[in-house]
């Protein structure tokens, strides 16, 4: 993907047309590692996600990255993104002389959309960079022959959480804001994958070795904090969940 974005002869930024579309590529590397990390749904929740509605909060001296969304009349859905997503909106923050150097609280009465290009302009040509970049890198359909999109992404997400971060199916429902129904219709063969060693028993002449487990945190209004006392919610030393 850093191939992908990085600027090149016939990329010109005298470019006019080129050069808007060097900023697509720019959003879309920071876009694409945001929903991979986040587990936001493409458009429905990312089209109207604004700089107010991202915070931070410490708990047991460990900063987390909080996004709120407002989901009308059903109230607000608080997400706890994994720690990377901070360097992604960063980036996004940084193209902005407005927003450069301020921290996501001082943000919090700031009206702009997120997923904004550095002109300030909204783009809808992301899903259509996304599926160009795909078909460049070969990677268009699945091994199924199942066409991927950024829609993709939230799926990616969710197996990740399962597989390597060992996030619990109810959990992971409350932070992507679906059913653990759900979850469970389409991903409860993974349940299985990461019990393997439960499942198989110990091989003979295996070492044990130390594993660490992840949780994420949900954070509702009327959730006490005292809830996640004790448990290990740093995800730091993981790797992200796409290479950035």
């Known amino acids: 993907m850093r191939k992908y974005v ?3 002869t016939k990329d010109s930024v005298k470019g006019g047309v080129k050069n ?9 590397r920071d876009y694409v590692l945001f929903l991979t990390n986040s587990g936001l749904r493409h458009g429905t929740e990312t089209k109207n996600l604004r700089w107010k509605h991202i915070s931070e909060t410490v708990i047991n001296g460990e900063q987390y990255l909080l996004i709120k969304l407002d989901m009308g009349e ?9 720690h990377s997503v901070r360097k992604y909106l960063d980036r996004i923050k940084d193209r902005f002389e407005n927003l450069r150097g301020k921290s996501f ?6 009206e702009d959309y ?15 960079a996304f599926k160009i970049m795909l078909r460049n890198a070969e990677l268009l359909d699945d091994v199924n022959g199942n066409r991927r999109s950024l829609y993709s992404l939230r799926h990616t997400y ?11 199916l109810h959990t992971l429902a409350k932070n992507m ?3 653990i129904a759900m979850l469970e219709r389409h991903y409860s063969h993974l349940e299985v994958i990461h019990k393997a060693e439960l499942l198989a028993g110990r091989a003979e002449g295996s070492k044990k070795t130390d ?3 992840t949780k994420i945190i949900v954070l509702d209004d009327e959730v006490s904090r005292g809830l996640i006392e004790g448990l290990n919610t740093s995800n730091k030393g993981q790797s992200d969940l796409l290479l950035t």
């Open 6 to 8: 990085r600027l090149g």
């Open 20 to 28: 808007r579309t060097i900023m697509i590529r720019e959003l879309l």
């Open 74 to 82: 059903t109230g607000r859905r608080t997400i706890v993104c994994r």
């Open 105 to 110: 609280n001082q943000l919090i009465n700031v």
């Open 114 to 128: 997120v997923f904004r290009l550095r002109d300030g302009s909204v783009s809808k040509d992301l899903h259509g």
């Open 158 to 168: 969710a197996t990740f959480q399962i597989l390597y971060s060992m996030v619990d």
């Open 177 to 179: 804001g679906t059913s």
């Open 211 to 213: 594993k660490r487990e």
